[in-house]
């Protein structure tokens, strides 16, 4: 009577629990509506919470794998590896086929990107001897590699077996293992105030665009949770033993509600134990042996991988979507067979090693975390239907009622397949639907404004010599500062160093930078057009005094003895822009070798032209005038673009089925300069000198982060919240009214 008694308050207690954590998810997601950006200070409680989780997770890999495999018989593990080893592969094959085809549940984003550092970065082989071989296990410990310490685990239990003085050494370890279980279980107390914290930052600082994008992972799961828990796994079973679809689901009823509750699989496993066991009553005798089969094949399975964790790396695929680095099809092996190996630890610590593995950038495992409270319950009702399904058919398999009805395994199985690329395909309809087909990136880059709007300044219609002459002894700096004025050549296409924003004002890096010079100088800006083929003429002919837009220094820029470039105020680097459809063609030089005659397009007069012969001799280069012809001109539709990542990502804003691709084992970059007309020393030496100082005083990284990277955009329109769209909304109406009713007395 106690016992039940003690089983109840537990319950309770886990059931108060829950309640509170998913109060805490939704006051935080209130919390976070309310103030916006403001909630964005919380994440530092969240990334506490998050690491004191993963603080003790690699610890207890260690001591629960070897106690648990240490403490196993002969007859034990020959029984798990006979037949155990059978059916958990065959779980896992249905996980992965599930995980592969909810991945076609999401939709092509044509989705143009800022620039991001992450495109200069080539992925590197995964070394998996490296990965897995544990030279040094406590190395491997303090570098987080889950696979090697999962490695050393496993041999060091197994090495225990049957050893002579094993079960002291195996009780300490126990005794570890739940002391680091005690003290995740004392961080788990605080799950309500973690939860609250990331939920409330993620709500404050992601867009209704974002939310809509994290929809994708949870619709996913939470479709394929209930595909694999109420229909493949009950079915597979039926298919191969006596059991009905009904005695499957009135024993596995209350089991997955209460999982569902209480967030934890652990728990159940008496209860799994005894309806499993209920469930062979009725084809075995209640005194053989054979009748205490679940009680040991349950606790033996339970520490490996179930399916539920599995199908938890959707997010991976999710991920890499989110990001536009999505996976390829021969990603999906290594990835989930590595997910499935990493999955002997927890979540929490697989994901983020598998982010970083794949280049995906780690801050998306919040978005995990904030949604985890609810999907977390779903991959539960999953492990628990496998730690079932699992017990159900190795302890057939042992007692001989194993037997598969071929002609409704087939039929099933079929039945599922359909069910699971109906649910894939229907996920991708209302996703194409919810998700514009435009980025709203390309609407921002095109309402980009200039950061400095303090000088006056003029675009002429007009390209001729400048009316003042240089006199006798004159520099160019003498006459800038004479007149007033500062000439400046300009290329208006070229992305986003010098372009037209929507409303046919010229922005960009470039002229952002031009506009501090002048600022500087205290003189008002001329900005006189150009073609890149008449560049090298125009300086020479003193048409402007300095020539910007993204200009690489040439080698037939260099042979003018007329003209001077400054310092480097900014590096860029060799890339493609390429269809989306064709990014694998040119993922590297491999790849790329295979192509016949490819059709590429390059700027007239790009540093990056010397370079392409040998880089890529089965070229067909074409220069151009301006890089839009390669997406607007029909004469140039089968072609590729030769650029710098930086402007090509730009151009990726405008033209979203176009992608930015870096094949470059080594990074080809140039720098970028300002030119200067005439052989003037003087106005070189100031220009070097002044970029300098605006490199020192952040004015460029400014511009950098703004132009390239696109940050300052979401700074200046803050998402929508109570506070400053509604509350001061209303209080600055009140402030208006007040004002003209003082106005009526005054009258």
Not at 252 to 263: A, K, P, Q
Request: charged share 15%.
């Amino acid at each position: 009577m106690l016992d039940k008694f003690l089983k109840i308050e537990r319950y309770n207690s886990h059931f108060s629990s829950t309640l509170f954590i998913i109060s805490s998810l939704l006051l935080g997601i209130a919390l976070g509506l309310l103030i916006g950006e403001y909630a964005a200070k919380l994440q530092i409680i969240g990334d506490i919470y998050i690491g004191l989780l993963q603080m003790t997770v690699l610890p207890y890999i260690v001591f629960a794998l070897i106690a648990n495999i240490g403490r196993l018989n002969y007859i034990e593990a020959k029984l798990l590896t006979k037949y155990g080893l059978l059916v958990l592969l065959s779980l896992w094959l249905i996980g992965v086929i599930c995980v592969w085809a909810m991945s076609i549940a999401l939709p092509k984003l044509n989705n143009g990107a800022f620039f991001s550092s992450l495109l200069m970065e080539s992925t590197p082989k995964i070394d998996f001897l490296k990965l897995f071989i544990p030279s040094n296990p406590f190395k491997s410990l303090t570098e987080n590699s889950v696979p090697a310490v999962v490695i050393f685990s496993m041999l060091f239990g197994t090495a225990s077996i049957g050893y002579k003085e094993h079960k002291s050494l195996l009780d300490h370890f126990d005794h570890v293992a739940k002391i680091l279980l005690r003290v995740n279980s004392f961080v788990v107390m605080l799950a309500p105030i973690g939860i609250f914290s990331i939920s409330a930052s993620a709500a404050g600082t992601l867009t209704l665009e974002q939310f809509g994008q994290v929809q994708s992972y949870v619709l996913m799961l939470i479709a394929t949770v209930t595909l694999v828990t109420l229909v493949i796994l009950p079915m597979l079973i039926v298919s191969c033993t006596p059991f009905s679809y009904r005695q499957i689901a009135r024993e596995s009823s209350n089991i997955l509600l209460t999982v569902f509750v209480v967030g934890s699989v652990f728990v159940v496993i008496p209860l799994l134990t005894r309806s499993i066991t209920r469930l062979f009553h009725s084809h075995i005798h209640t005194e053989s042996e054979h009748a205490r089969l679940p009680d040991i094949v349950l606790p033996l399975a339970y520490p490996f991988p179930d399916i539920g964790k599995i199908l938890s790396f959707v997010f991976i695929v999710f991920a890499g979507w989110f990001y536009d680095r999505p996976l390829d099809f021969l990603d999906y092996p290594g990835m989930l067979a590595l997910g499935i190996f990493l999955s002997f630890g927890k979540l929490i610590s697989a994901l983020p090693f598998l982010l970083d593995l794949y280049h995906i950038p780690d801050d998306i495992f919040n978005l995990f975390i904030a949604v985890g409270v609810i999907c977390g319950r779903f991959a539960d009702l999953a492990g628990a239907m496998h730690l079932m399904t699992f017990t159900i058919l190795t302890t057939a398999m042992m007692t001989g009622v194993f037997k598969i009805k071929w002609k409704m395994l087939i039929h099933s199985s079929l039945i599922s397949c359909l069910l699971l690329l109906g649910i894939s395909l229907s996920i991708r309809a209302y996703l194409e639907h919810q998700i514009p087909e435009k980025s709203q990136q390309t609407a921002q880059i095109m309402q980009m404004e200039l950061l400095n709007n303090n000088v006056a300044y003029t675009i002429s219609n007009l390209s001729q010599p400048n009316p003042t002459s240089l006199k006798s002894g004159q520099h160019l700096l003498d006459r800038i500062r004479h007149t007033g004025v500062i000439r400046v050549g300009v290329h208006e296409d070229s992305l986003p160093f010098s372009f037209y924003n929507m409303d046919r004002q010229l922005v960009g890096f470039d002229i952002d930078l031009i506009m501090h010079l002048a600022e500087d100088l205290n003189v008002s800006v001329e900005f006189i057009p150009y073609e890149s083929g008449y560049l090298h003429q125009q300086l020479e002919d003193d048409y402007f005094d300095i020539a910007i837009s993204g200009i690489s220094p040439s080698l037939s820029l260099l042979s003018s003895t007329r003209v001077l470039y400054s310092d480097s105020y900014l590096d860029v680097h060799l890339a493609l822009v390429v269809p989306d459809h064709r990014r694998n063609d040119f993922s590297d030089f491999k790849s790329i070798a295979k192509l016949k005659s490819i059709r590429a397009g390059i700027k007239e007069g790009s540093n990056f032209n010397a370079r392409i012969n040998n880089l890529f001799p089965n070229f067909i280069v074409t220069e151009l005038d301006s890089e839009d012809d390669i997406f607007n001109d029909p004469e140039y539709s089968d072609h590729i673009l030769l650029t710098s990542a930086e402007g090509g990502s730009a151009w990726t804003l405008i033209n979203p089925d176009y992608v930015v691709v870096n094949p470059f084992v080594d990074r080809h970059g140039a720098p970028l300069v300002i030119v200067i007309s005439e052989q003037d020393l003087i106005l070189e030496h100031f220009i070097s000198s002044w970029i300098k100082l605006k490199q020192t005083d952040g004015t460029i990284d400014a511009l950098y982060a703004h132009w390239i990277l696109g940050k300052t955009i979401t700074e200046k329109k803050p998402r929508w919240n109570l506070i400053n769209h509604v509350l001061n909304q209303e209080s600055k109406n009140n402030t208006e009214n007040n004002k003209l009713y003082v106005s009526d007395d005054n009258l």
